[in-house]
C-alpha cells in the first residue's frame, strides 16, 4: 500500500472538474467527501472514475463467491458516471478503503433487549452510541422505557428525572463525536403513550437544549383517533403493560396541537405513525427472534431492531427516460428491471463487505492496548452488530431523481397522472427487488431465520402476492435472501454528483441567483448591485442540470442573461411549472408519498417544504392526511422556522 500514488486537492479537484463537466460543487463534494483518503488527508484517487473502479473491484470480489457472479466491468458500467446505480456515503468512502477502519452501514439502532430503565442500560445506550458515530453511523434509539418523572426509584435520589436529562446527554454525546467533517447524526424517539411524552416534545423548543438529536414521536392509531374525535387517552408506564405503574388521562387533541404547533413552530418533532410502521414490517414477522422494530435511523427511511444497521443504494430514476422533455419521452421499465435486480444483488454483496469490515472493527478493538475490561462493551456492541447483520442481511434500495424523471416525462410533479406513474415505477422495482432477493436464495441460501409462514398475512407480502403470484409461490418455495429490502433516503450529496433533484423530493428551486464579489480590476464582468459598504457583486444564474437539459432540448438560448420576468415566464412553460418545493400541491405530496410507501417495504424520508406563511391548520391538515393515506412518517419544515 505504501507506493500508492497520491494527488494533491488541486489535481483531484481539477480532474473531477472535469469529469462534472464544469460543475463545481459536485467535484468539491466528492474530492472532499468521497475521494479515498488516508487519516493523514493523504488523496488517492483523482476523480470519481478510480473510485468507481475501486468499488466496482471489490463488489466483483464477493459476486466471485457465488454462482453466475457479474464481472468487474459490468458492475463498473452501472456506476460509471452516477448513472444509474449509486452506493450511498458510507459504502462509497469504505469499500475497498483499507487506510481508515470504519462500518459500510449508513443507520444503525440500538436498545436495550428487556428492561432498559436502569442507570446501567442509559449509560451502556450511552457508550453504544458514541462508539458506533466514530465509525460513522447514525444512530437511533427510543427513550420509551425510561420511566417518568417523579416516580419512585431504588436509590438515593428517591424519584426519577424523567426523559429530558437524558435527551440532552446523548445529544451532548452526538456533538462531542466528529465525523470527518460530519456531524454525529442521531434519532432519539418516544412512544405518545409515555407520560413524559410532552415533556419530550417540548424539550427542543428551549433554544440551545437537545441540539444534537432529531427528535420524533411514535404515535399511535389510537392516539390519531382521540386526537381527531376530541376524545380522552391514556398514557401508561410501561408503556405495553397491561397492569402500569402509572397511567394518565389526558386530552388527546391537546397534546396534537402542541405537536402540530412545535413542527409549525420549530420543524420538530417528526411524527411516526407506529402502528402502521409495525403493520407493515415485515421484519416484525420475528419479532421474537430479536427483530422487533424499535426506533429508525436519523432520517426516519429506516426503521430497526436493535443491533441491526443497514447499507444504503440508490437507482437513478432520471437515467431510465429515454428522450427526456420531447413528446417522444418514455420510461425504458425493461432495462430498470434489470438494473434493480442487479443493485439488490450488489446490495447482497455489500452485506458481505460490511461483515468482513465488521470482523477488522473487532480484530481492531482485540489488538488495541486498552485493558479488556474497558473494551468488552464495544467488541460485545460490533458481535451483536455482526449477528442481526448475518441474520437477517437487510438492504436498502432506494431511489433518487423522482423529481427531474417526472418533469422527463412531461408531467407534473404532485398531479394525480405524475402520482400514478410514480406508483407503476415503485411497483416496478420493488417486484424486481424481491424477484433478485429470491433468485439470489436460490444461488445462495436465504436468509437464516426465514419462514414463509410468519410472513403469510404481512400486507406488503400479500401486495407482493397480488401483483405477482409466481414470484410468491417462487419465495415460499426457494426463500429470500434478504429480510427486507428497499428505503427511500433523502440522498443529499450523493445527489449532487448524479446532478439530479435528491431522493423523492421535487426539484428545490430549477433557477436561482447567485452573487459573486466584484474586485475593482476585474474585466469583462458587469456589476449589479453594490452592497452598503461599496462592495460591488455581479448576479449570475445558476440553473438546476436538468432544467438546462430541457432548455436545451426546447432550443432555448442557455448563454443568454435573463431578468427575472423572462426566468419566471421560462419556468412557467416548463414541466417544472407549480412543481418546486415550496409551490408544489403539499396535499397531494402527501397522498403521493403515502401511495408509493405501499411499494416499500421500509420507510420514505420526505420533507414537506412549506412557505413561511403557512398556519398551524395546514400543518395539521397534512399531517392527518399522512396519517390517513398510510404515510409511516411526516416531516415538516416551514421557510424559516429554524434559524
Same mark, same amino acid.
Given at each position: 500500500?505504501?507506493?500508492?500514488?497520491?494527488?494533491?486537492?488541486?489535481?483531484?479537484?481539477?480532474?473531477?472538474?472535469?469529469?462534472?463537466?464544469?460543475?463545481?460543487?459536485?467535484? &468539491?463534494?466528492?474530492?472532499?467527501?468521497?475521494?479515498?483518503?488516508?487519516?493523514?488527508?493523504?488523496?488517492?484517487?483523482?476523480?470519481?472514475?478510480?473510485?468507481?473502479? &475501486?468499488?466496482?473491484?471489490?463488489?466483483?470480489?464477493?459476486?466471485?463467491?457465488?454462482?453466475?457472479?457479474?464481472?468487474?466491468?459490468?458492475?463498473?458500467?452501472?456506476?460509471?458516471?452516477?448513472?444509474?446505480?449509486?452506493?450511498?456515503?458510507?459504502?462509497?468512502?469504505?469499500?475497498?478503503?483499507?487506510?481508515?477502519?470504519?462500518?459500510?452501514?449508513?443507520?444503525? /439502532?440500538?436498545?436495550?433487549?428487556?428492561?432498559?430503565?436502569?442507570?446501567?442500560?442509559?449509560?451502556?445506550?450511552?457508550?453504544?452510541?458514541?462508539?458506533?458515530?466514530?465509525?460513522?453511523?447514525?444512530?437511533?434509539?427510543?427513550?420509551?422505557?425510561?420511566?417518568?418523572?417523579?416516580?419512585?426509584?431504588?436509590?438515593?435520589?428517591?424519584?426519577?428525572?424523567?426523559? /429530558?436529562?437524558?435527551?440532552?446527554?446523548?445529544?451532548?454525546?452526538?456533538?462531542?463525536?466528529?465525523?470527518?467533517? &460530519?456531524?454525529?447524526?442521531?434519532?432519539?424517539?418516544?412512544?405518545?403513550?409515555?407520560?413524559?411524552?410532552?415533556?419530550?416534545?417540548?424539550?427542543?423548543?428551549?433554544?440551545?437544549?437537545?441540539?444534537?438529536?432529531?427528535?420524533?414521536?411514535?404515535?399511535?392509531?389510537?392516539?390519531?383517533?382521540? @386526537?381527531?374525535?376530541?376524545?380522552?387517552?391514556?398514557?401508561?408506564?410501561?408503556?405495553?403493560?397491561?397492569?402500569?405503574?402509572?397511567?394518565?388521562?389526558?386530552?388527546?387533541?391537546?397534546?396534537?396541537?402542541?405537536?402540530?404547533?412545535?413542527?409549525?413552530?420549530?420543524?420538530?418533532?417528526?411524527?411516526?405513525?407506529?402502528?402502521?410502521?409495525?403493520?407493515?414490517?415485515?421484519?416484525?414477522?420475528?419479532?421474537?427472534?430479536?427483530?422487533?422494530?424499535?426506533?429508525?435511523?436519523?432520517?426516519?427511511?429506516?426503521?430497526?431492531?436493535?443491533?441491526?444497521?443497514?447499507?444504503?443504494?440508490?437507482?437513478?430514476?432520471?437515467?431510465?427516460?429515454?428522450?427526456?422533455?420531447?413528446?417522444?419521452?418514455?420510461?425504458?421499465?425493461?432495462?430498470?428491471?434489470?438494473?434493480?435486480?442487479?443493485?439488490?444483488?450488489?446490495?447482497?454483496?455489500?452485506?458481505?463487505?460490511?461483515?468482513?469490515?465488521?470482523?477488522?472493527?473487532?480484530?481492531?478493538?482485540?489488538?488495541?492496548?486498552?485493558?479488556?475490561?474497558?473494551?468488552?462493551?464495544?467488541?460485545?456492541?460490533?458481535?451483536?452488530?455482526?449477528?442481526?447483520?448475518?441474520?437477517?442481511?437487510?438492504?436498502?434500495?432506494?431511489?433518487?431523481?423522482?423529481?427531474?424523471?417526472?418533469?422527463?416525462?412531461?408531467?407534473?410533479?404532485?398531479?394525480?397522472? @405524475?402520482?400514478?406513474?410514480?406508483?407503476?415505477?415503485?411497483?416496478?422495482?420493488?417486484?424486481?427487488?424481491?424477484?433478485?432477493?429470491?433468485?439470489?436464495?436460490?444461488?445462495?441460501?436465504?436468509?437464516?431465520?426465514?419462514?414463509?409462514?410468519?410472513?403469510?398475512?404481512?400486507?406488503?407480502?400479500?401486495?407482493?402476492?397480488?401483483?405477482?403470484?409466481?414470484?410468491?409461490?417462487?419465495?415460499?418455495?426457494?426463500?429470500?435472501?434478504?429480510?427486507?429490502?428497499?428505503?427511500?433516503?433523502?440522498?443529499?450529496?450523493?445527489?449532487?454528483?448524479?446532478?439530479?433533484?435528491?431522493?423523492?423530493?421535487?426539484?428545490?428551486?430549477?433557477?436561482?441567483?447567485?452573487?459573486?464579489?466584484?474586485?475593482?480590476?476585474?474585466?469583462?464582468?458587469? /456589476?449589479?448591485?453594490?452592497?452598503?459598504?461599496?462592495?460591488?457583486?455581479?448576479?449570475?444564474?445558476?440553473?438546476?442540470?436538468?432544467?438546462?437539459?430541457?432548455?436545451? /432540448?426546447?432550443?432555448?438560448?442557455?448563454?443568454?442573461?435573463?431578468?427575472?420576468?423572462?426566468?419566471?415566464?421560462?419556468?412557467?412553460?416548463?414541466?417544472?411549472?407549480?412543481?418546486?418545493?415550496?409551490?408544489?400541491?403539499?396535499?397531494?405530496?402527501?397522498?403521493?408519498?403515502?401511495?408509493?410507501?405501499?411499494?416499500?417495504?421500509?420507510?420514505?424520508?420526505?420533507?414537506?417544504?412549506?412557505?413561511?406563511?403557512?398556519?398551524?391548520?395546514?400543518?395539521?391538515?397534512?399531517?392527518?392526511?399522512?396519517?390517513?393515506?398510510?404515510?409511516?412518517?411526516?416531516?415538516?419544515? &416551514?421557510?424559516?422556522?429554524?434559524?
Amino acid at each position: 500500500m505504501e507506493n500508492l500514488k497520491t494527488y494533491t486537492f488541486d489535481e483531484a479537484y481539477k480532474a473531477s472538474l472535469n469529469y462534472f463537466a464544469g460543475d463545481e460543487l459536485a467535484a &468539491r463534494v466528492w474530492v472532499n467527501k468521497y475521494a479515498m483518503k488516508d487519516s493523514y488527508g493523504n488523496i488517492y484517487e483523482c476523480s470519481p472514475e478510480d473510485m468507481h473502479h &475501486r468499488l466496482a473491484n471489490e463488489i466483483a470480489r464477493i459476486e466471485k463467491k457465488y454462482p453466475n457472479p457479474m464481472s468487474a466491468e459490468e458492475i463498473f458500467q452501472l456506476l460509471d458516471h452516477f448513472r444509474y446505480i449509486i452506493p450511498a456515503g458510507s459504502p462509497m468512502t469504505g469499500i475497498g478503503n483499507n487506510f481508515q477502519v470504519a462500518s459500510l452501514s449508513n443507520c444503525f /439502532v440500538i436498545g436495550i433487549d428487556g428492561d432498559g430503565d436502569s442507570y446501567g442500560a442509559i449509560m451502556r445506550l450511552d457508550e453504544e452510541q458514541v462508539q458506533l458515530m466514530k465509525r460513522r453511523g447514525g444512530v437511533g434509539h427510543d427513550l420509551s422505557q425510561i420511566r417518568p418523572k417523579g416516580t419512585p426509584v431504588n436509590n438515593s435520589a428517591l424519584t426519577s428525572t424523567g426523559l /429530558v436529562p437524558f435527551m440532552e446527554r446523548y445529544s451532548n454525546s452526538t456533538r462531542e463525536v466528529a465525523q470527518d467533517g &460530519r456531524r454525529g447524526a442521531l434519532m432519539l424517539s418516544v412512544s405518545i403513550k409515555h407520560p413524559d411524552s410532552e415533556a419530550f416534545i417540548d424539550a427542543k423548543m428551549t433554544e440551545g437544549k437537545v441540539t444534537g438529536a432529531n427528535v420524533s414521536v411514535k404515535i399511535d392509531d389510537e392516539f390519531m383517533e382521540a @386526537a381527531v374525535a376530541d376524545k380522552p387517552y391514556t398514557q401508561r408506564f410501561p408503556i405495553d403493560s397491561s397492569n402500569p405503574l402509572v397511567e394518565k388521562k389526558i386530552s388527546a387533541k391537546k397534546l396534537w396541537s402542541k405537536i402540530v404547533h412545535n413542527a409549525w413552530k420549530s420543524a420538530e418533532p417528526g411524527v411516526l405513525f407506529w402502528d402502521t410502521i409495525i403493520r407493515e414490517s415485515i421484519p416484525d414477522c420475528y419479532a421474537d427472534l430479536g427483530f422487533r422494530t424499535v426506533s429508525t435511523n436519523p432520517c426516519g427511511e429506516i426503521p430497526l431492531c436493535p443491533y441491526d444497521s443497514c447499507r444504503l443504494l440508490s437507482v437513478n430514476l432520471y437515467s431510465y427516460v429515454e428522450n427526456p422533455f420531447t413528446k417522444e419521452a418514455k420510461f425504458n421499465f425493461e432495462l430498470f428491471r434489470s438494473h434493480v435486480a442487479k443493485a439488490q444483488r450488489i446490495m447482497d454483496d455489500i452485506v458481505d463487505l460490511e461483515l468482513e469490515k465488521v470482523d477488522l472493527i473487532m480484530s481492531k478493538i482485540a489488538n488495541d492496548p486498552q485493558d479488556d475490561d474497558i473494551k468488552h462493551a464495544e467488541y460485545h456492541l460490533w458481535e451483536k452488530i455482526k449477528n442481526k447483520s448475518s441474520l437477517g442481511r437487510r438492504t436498502g434500495v432506494g431511489i433518487t431523481a423522482e423529481g427531474d424523471m417526472i418533469a422527463a416525462m412531461n408531467l407534473r410533479y404532485g398531479t394525480q397522472e @405524475a402520482t400514478d406513474f410514480s406508483v407503476d415505477v415503485h411497483r416496478t422495482l420493488a417486484l424486481a427487488a424481491y424477484r433478485s432477493s429470491v433468485e439470489m436464495a436460490k444461488e445462495r441460501g436465504a436468509f437464516e431465520i426465514f419462514s414463509a409462514e410468519r410472513e403469510a398475512n404481512n400486507p406488503f407480502i400479500l401486495r407482493i402476492k397480488d401483483a405477482d403470484p409466481q414470484l410468491y409461490e417462487d419465495m415460499k418455495k426457494y426463500g429470500r435472501r434478504n429480510i427486507a429490502c428497499l428505503t427511500i433516503a433523502p440522498t443529499g450529496t450523493t445527489s449532487l454528483m448524479t446532478q439530479t433533484t435528491s431522493g423523492i423530493e421535487p426539484v428545490f428551486m430549477p433557477v436561482y441567483k447567485r452573487r459573486r464579489k466584484v474586485n475593482p480590476n476585474d474585466t469583462g464582468v458587469h /456589476v449589479d448591485f453594490v452592497d452598503e459598504v461599496g462592495d460591488s457583486f455581479e448576479e449570475y444564474i445558476v440553473y438546476h442540470k436538468k432544467f438546462l437539459e430541457w432548455m436545451r /432540448v426546447n432550443n432555448i438560448d442557455t448563454e443568454k442573461r435573463y431578468s427575472q420576468e423572462e426566468i419566471d415566464a421560462l419556468v412557467a412553460r416548463s414541466p417544472y411549472y407549480k412543481a418546486t418545493a415550496n409551490d408544489v400541491d403539499w396535499l397531494m405530496k402527501v397522498r403521493m408519498q403515502g401511495a408509493i410507501q405501499k411499494w416499500v417495504d421500509h420507510s420514505i424520508s420526505v420533507t414537506v417544504n412549506l412557505p413561511n406563511d403557512v398556519d398551524e391548520a395546514l400543518v395539521n391538515k397534512l399531517y392527518v392526511e399522512a396519517w390517513r393515506s398510510g404515510c409511516k412518517g411526516c416531516t415538516i419544515y &416551514r421557510d424559516g422556522s429554524r434559524s
